[in-house]
């Protein structure tokens, strides 16, 4: 999702995974937080390759300098240490979606620490909540499940339950 959002900012995103149809969104969205003087907090430097796979060649660069022929696969350190910085500083946070592709150990590495970081502000009495079964899997790969307020697998539905959509199930209990 992140490559959009570079994307829309007219950022170069190399080989990365970019929803080319969503692109307008993501501008309008982007449009939108700085009207309504929302910090959007995306990464600043990912972990990049030429390929997804276990033996690749990795590099960690600025989001603005991923190489034309590399693709981001997870977020890189200066990444995690600020998305940690604002985890342990909130009082709650909604998780949905790994940082990376997590299934592969050497770009697993920002998703694990996020979750640690949620681990933590858990035991400082943040209440955190995971949705989603790639969020699920990457949590409880991190051994840190039983660290989380509540876990779901339901990614896409709690979305839409946050955004006060009717759940078709939920629906068909009250008939």
Sequence with gaps: M???FFRAQGIDTG???????????????????????????????????R???????????????????MMGLDIGPKTVAAYANEILNARTIVWNGPMGVFEI?????????????MADATAKGTTTIVGGGDSAAAVMKAGLGAAMTHISTGGGASLE???????????????
Excluded at 51 to 69: H, K, L
Excluded at 105 to 117: C, D, F, P, R, Y
Excluded at 161 to 175: H, S, V
Aim: contains cysteine; aromatic residues 2%; charged residues 30%.
């Design 2 to 4: 992140i490559f959009t």
């Design 161 to 175: 339950f946050l955004e006060g959509k009717e759940l078709p199930g939920i629906a068909a209990l009250n008939d």
């Design 105 to 117: 150990e050497k770009l697993s590495h920002g998703t694990i620490a996020i979750a640690q970081a």
């Design 15 to 49: 080989k990365s995974l970019v929803e080319e149809d969503r692109i307008e969104l993501a501008k309008r969205l982007l449009d939108k937080a700085r009207e309504k003087n929302v910090r959007m907090l995306l990464p600043e430097d990912v972990v990049a390759a």
């Design 51 to 69: 390929e997804c796979s276990a033996d690749a060649v990795t590099q960690t660069v600025a989001v603005d300098s991923i190489p034309a022929d």
